[in-house]
């Protein structure tokens, strides 16, 4: 049976609304994405940190009862990451985060991968320099072994400043990925670059040639070596935008799974399978900006 193997942080993320704390609950980039994917059924393995504390057993007690299997450093001395999130008038949200990690981390034995499973990596976890090893370690294990890559760039404004020191990185993980996601926001963050034709041919295409570019409630835009299309997004107002471009992720990864894209497939995806993969994105993504979780709920059923 082929599986869903993500690599990222794990974080309490503590929602705010009109300055007042609101809901909390587990999240991480990548995270959001795997969890969505286990309450859809999907067998799923999470490499990751936490801390031995009180919210790290919440952390590893809500990935059990999603179904996740969990590859955890559990370090003692240190504490499991948090995150405050600030919504605004439009409920998208600004974050201010407490992170508190040992010098040597993510000391822990990565799962098999084999041929068409799915890796997932993004944010600064995918190309921060202490952790860089074991994220390469898992890419190799990907390529070697035929299976796919998905990387979201993720890149925000906190780690501006570390843009140069890391640019060797997310270039690798450009070449290592089968499909690369980046947002408006990664690439102003970057590059100061908004054009997904010109982002496309000057950043991607040479390192990977499927992209998906998402600008929050504008156009997503997929460009590959043989397609170039735009797809509305339906309108709406969102409860709340966090796990919005994470779950746009886990759509594209159910979708590949679904439809039974392999590997060897992806390079030569027609149209119609693209169309497929965009629409479910789209769709997780929209039915998480309707609640105040994270993750897609349990029971969700998509129609493609």
């Not at 605004?88 to 040597?104: I, V």
């Amino acid at each position: 049976m082929r599986k869903v193997i993500g690599i990222g942080e794990t974080i309490l993320d503590i929602i705010f609304k009109n300055d007042q704390p609101w809901t909390a609950v587990p999240g991480g980039s990548v995270f959001n994405s795997i969890i969505s994917l286990a309450r859809m059924g999907l067998t799923v393995d999470f490499v990751s940190e936490v801390g031995n504390d009180h919210v790290g057993e919440l952390i590893k007690r809500y990935m059990q009862d999603n179904g996740v299997t969990p590859h955890l450093d559990e370090y003692a001395h240190n504490k499991s990451a948090v995150s405050l999130a600030f919504l605004d008038d439009n409920n998208d949200a600004q974050y201010t985060f407490f992170k508190n990690y040992p010098e040597q981390r993510l000391m822990v034995e990565l799962p098999e991968v084999e041929e068409n499973d799915v890796v997932m990596l993004g944010s600064f976890y995918a190309v921060d320099p202490t952790l860089r090893h074991k994220v390469v370690e898992l890419l190799q294990k990907a390529r070697d072994n035929k299976a796919i890559v998905l990387y979201d760039l993720n890149y925000r404004m906190p780690h501006k400043n570390d843009a140069i020191k890391v640019a060797p990185f997310i270039l690798e993980n450009l070449e290592y990925a089968d499909i690369v996601r980046g947002s408006e926001e990664d690439f102003m963050c970057l590059y100061n670059l908004c054009d997904a034709d010109k982002i496309y041919e000057d950043k991607i295409k040479f390192y990977c040639k499927n992209f998906v570019y998402t600008a929050g409630a504008k156009d997503v835009q997929l460009r590959t070596a043989s397609l170039k299309k735009n797809y509305a997004v339906p309108p709406m107002e969102p409860v709340s935008t966090v796990g919005a471009g994470d779950n746009f992720n886990a759509g594209l990864v159910y979708g590949l799974l679904k439809q039974d894209i392999g590997h060897d497939d992806v390079a030569t995806l027609t149209e119609q399978q693209w169309d497929k993969l965009i629409n479910c994105g789209m769709k997780f993504s929209a039915v998480v900006c309707m609640s105040t979780d994270n993750s897609v709920p349990n029971g969700f059923i998509i129609e493609n």
